[in-house]
Every structure is written in C-alpha cells, then in structure tokens.
C-alpha cells in the first residue's frame, strides 16, 4: 500500500480552501510540484533544481513573463 502524499503550501496563501495556489510535496529524494485547482497534474524535479528555479526567481530573471 502506498502512503498518501502530504502536499504542502505556503502560508502566504491563507487557509481558505478555496485559495488557489502551488503546493510542494517530498517524495522518495524527488520534489512534487501543483497547482490546488489543477492536482492531477504534477511536475517532478529535485532539490537542486528547485533551489536553482526558486533563486532565479528571487533575482527576476522571469520577471519579463508576467
């Protein structure tokens, strides 16, 4: 039997349920990543690659797409 996944949102998002936001999950060493209003689809990455996406982030270098 496979644990259920404990996924994880920012606190910045509020407790309202009906909050949409990206939540994260840790499952065996890989990073789960959704969307609440859309969790059938999930992106996996790693720790590595997430640091890098969350600094390049943190510096704007996406700012140019919203």
């Known amino acids: 039997m496979t ?3 404990t996924w994880q949102k ?3 998002s509020g407790s309202d349920a009906e ?5 994260l999950a840790h499952v ?3 990073i789960l ?3 609440s209003d859309a969790p059938d689809t999930v992106v996996t990455t790693d ?3 997430l ?9 704007g270098e996406f700012d140019h797409l919203v």
């Not at 909050?19 to 939540?23: A, D, K, P, R, Y």
């Not at 640091?51 to 510096?59: M, T």
């Open 19 to 23: 909050i949409q936001c990206v939540e």
């Open 51 to 59: 640091r890098a996406f969350l600094l390049g982030v943190k510096a």
């Open 10 to 12: 920012s606190s910045y």
């Open 33 to 35: 990543l959704r969307e």
């Open 28 to 30: 065996d060493g890989r």
């Open 47 to 49: 720790r590595d690659r």
């Open 3 to 5: 644990s259920p996944i």
